[in-house]
């Protein structure tokens, strides 16, 4: 497991956008999953995203076609673009990296536990 920030959260209305960020503490090279989670108020967290180092990409249902996850080498942060935002979009986010091989990142791998307090997202109608 590698040590991320996360940030980027804020309050937002209703079909408005954000961009999360998740940087590890360091540079995160090539066979590393990093998988984006959230909880809502009052819920269980939820896999919502994962990105693996070759580029392969996986969504969740509830934000396939709204989200984006993608990844920025020089700077080594993986960025969450959010758009359309829904009221059920409003939770906790947070990411966690580590390393995996080939076929095994996915969003929905317990193990992928979240570093951190995560950053907040609050969509308003």
């Known amino acids: 497991q590698v040590e991320v920030a996360v940030s980027g959260g804020g309050s937002v209305q209703y079909g408005g956008s954000l961009k999360l960020s998740c940087v590890g503490s360091?540079?995160?090279?090539?066979?590393?999953?990093v998988a984006w989670s959230r909880r809502p108020p009052g819920t269980e967290r939820e896999g919502i995203a994962s990105?693996?180092?070759?580029?392969?990409?996986y969504y969740s249902d509830s934000v396939k076609g709204r989200f984006t996850v993608s990844w920025d080498d020089a700077k080594g942060t993986l960025y969450l673009e959010m758009t359309n935002l829904k009221s059920d979009d409003t939770a906790l986010y947070s990411c966690?990296?580590?390393?995996?091989?080939?076929?095994?990142?996915?969003?929905?791998?317990?193990?992928?536990?979240?570093w951190g307090q995560g950053t907040q997202v609050t969509v308003s109608e």
């Open positions: 966690a990296a580590a390393r995996r091989l080939p076929g095994l990142c996915h969003y929905r791998d317990p193990t992928l536990r979240p």
């Open positions: 360091g540079r995160m090279w090539s066979g590393y999953c």
């Open positions: 990105f693996y180092s070759d580029g392969t990409t």
